[in-house]
């Protein structure tokens, strides 16, 4: 690869990065020091989530194209989950559709800054903008 392209690849696997590492110290700030418990969707999201950190940092140390091979499963399954979350927070799916039957409710409201993001919402924008870094990355230089 040229030194340019290496650069714009690092620069989207870093961002990658750092947005899964801001994305697990969210999530664990909410659960550890909020003491907020998590639905078992949240675990799913979690689950997806916290691998990113260390697949991301090692694909950046040197940059490593097979990054995209390994974070694409977890980034797509951790978005589906996120994109299935919402649509039951926002009572687009019937709560019968809720995997959340006994326990934590996957549609209680812990914060909602602005009157709208919740944290379903912050884990759904968190994989669609990692799905996004790893689209571009995926057709600028995984392909060639």
Known sequence: MKKNVSSGAWYLIFA???LSFVATLGSLFFSEVMNYPPC?????QRICMYPLV?????????????VFKFSIPLVATGWAIGLYHNLLYYKILPKSAAPCAKGISCTTTYIQWGGFITIPLLSFVAFTILLALLIIFYRKFYRN
Request: aromatic share 20%; with cysteine; glycine share 4%.
């Open 16 to 18: 990658a990065w750092l």
């Open 40 to 44: 078992v969707l949240c675990w799913y």
């Open 54 to 66: 260390l697949i991301f940092l090692v694909g950046l140390l040197p940059l490593n194209r097979m």
